[in-house]
Each structure stands twice: as C-alpha cells, then as structure tokens.
T-cell receptor, first 115, second 111 residues
Framework: AQKITQTQPGMFVQEKEAVTLDCTYD???????LFWYKQPSSGEMIFLIYQGSYDQQNATEGRYSLNFQKARKSANLVISASQLGDSAMYFC????????????FGPGTRLSVLP | NAGVTQTPKFQVLKTGQSMTLQCAQD?????MSWYRQDPGMGLRLIHYSVGAGITDQGEVPNGYNVSRSTTEDFPLRLLSAAPSQTSVYFCGAGQSLNEQFFGPGTRLTVL
C-alpha cells in the first residue's frame, strides 16, 4: 500500500491566488513527521515545511502552511499569494519512527503558476 | 541547503565500473542519508547514518555501500555500476528528526 498519496499529478493556479496541494499518508506509528519539499526545474530539493504528529498547531513558514488533519491522515500544503517562481514539483514525505527507519516520498504534484 | 555539498554534479560510467559519490556537510549534523530519484518519481532511501560509525540500509540498498568515519562526510560507493543505477542521487543531512536538507544532487548515467 502507498504510504504517501498525492492525487494531483498537475495543478494550475493564477498568480497571486492561493493553492492547496493534497497529501494523504498511511501509518500506524504514533510518532511521525511530515515534510514538504519543492523541486524546481533546476533539480534541487528545497525544504519547505515540517509538521510533527504531536504538534498541536498547523505549521507555517512564510507563504506556506500545512493543513494537518490527523484523524483524516491528511497533510495538505497551502501556498498563499502564488508567485511565478512557485512553479515546480512539490513532494510530500513522511518519516516514521526514528531517522531513516522509514522516510518515504510521494509521487509529487507539478504546480504551474499562470501570469 | 544547510551546507550540504555533493560532488560530482554529473558522472557517466560504463557498466561494471565503480565510483564514489561524495557528500559533505559543515553543520555538524548527526543524521545523513542517500536517496535516488528516478524520472517522474519521488526520492527513495538507499542508506542512512545516525552518527559517525553508524550506518543502516534503506529501501533500495543493493549495489551500494556507505561508511561514516567522520560526522562531516558520508560517501556512497557504487561497487559495479549497472544501467539500472542511472538516476539522480541526493544526499540529505539534518540535526534532528524534524529536519532534512538536501544537497544539489549528482546526475549519474551508466551506459
């Protein structure tokens, strides 16, 4: 079974609008972490935001926020006020337990920001 | 990228050749890892380390060796390159369980 599901292979958003990228996960471990990364066409992996399973509040980092719904096993990334430079692949990832023991990535969502 | 460097950026090998991909970090991070990214996919964990002298296998370890003799360096060795190992390789590092930063990647082609 897929540990991380990203159901949107591609998304379009108008510049300056908000967009939500979906991520659902599957784990029976009570301790886990959820990550979002951005991969522009240049290829590097850029860390965006982290949410721990015990964190009470949704994580925020500038224009990025993580809509964490633990009961639904959902960790959607919200990008506010989209910019042309936000066009990239976005990956959701999950760490279960300790470091490296299980760190899995979803298949990604390609976001295109339209002028 | 929290000071994670990878060399080389690009490499072409012939089947059967061996080589070492270098990864170094200058932030004294305990945790380091290697991933591969195949076209159209997310990253898959090859090997990881939770500190100097400690390594373990990830999801796809076959054909790769690692060692961690210092905190700073975590080289990945391809023992006998195969075309199936054509991929982009990323090294990750982090100080705690809630962070992992990546290097710029190494694009490897095996002919």
């Amino acid at each position: 079974a897929q540990k991380i599901t990203q159901t949107q292979p591609g998304m379009f958003v108008q510049e300056k609008e908000a967009v939500t990228l979906d991520c659902t996960y599957d784990t029976s471990d009570p301790s886990y972490g959820l990550f979002w990364y951005k991969q522009p066409s240049s290829g590097e992996m850029i860390f965006l935001i982290y949410q721990g399973s015990y964190d009470q509040q949704n994580a925020t980092e500038g224009r990025y926020s993580l809509n964490f719904q633990k009961a639904r096993k959902s960790a959607n990334l919200v990008i506010s006020a989209s910019q042309l430079g936000d066009s990239a692949m976005y990956f959701c990832a999950m760490r279960e337990g300790g470091y490296g023991q299980n760190f899995v990535f979803g298949p990604g969502t390609r976001l295109s920001v339209l002028p | 990228n929290a000071g994670v460097t990878q060399t080389p950026k690009f490499q072409v090998l012939k089947t059967g050749q061996s080589m070492t991909l270098q990864c170094a970090q200058d932030m004294n991070h305990e945790y380091m890892s290697w991933y591969r990214q195949d076209p159209g996919m997310g990253l898959r964990l090859i090997h990881y380390s939770v500190g100097a002298g400690i390594t373990d296998q990830g999801e796809v370890p076959n054909g790769y060796n690692v060692s961690r003799s210092t905190t700073e360096d975590f080289p990945l060795r391809l023992l006998s390159a195969a075309p199936s190992q054509t991929s982009v390789y990323f090294c990750g590092a982090g100080q705690s369980l809630n962070e992992q930063f990546f290097g710029p990647g190494t694009r490897l082609t095996v002919l």
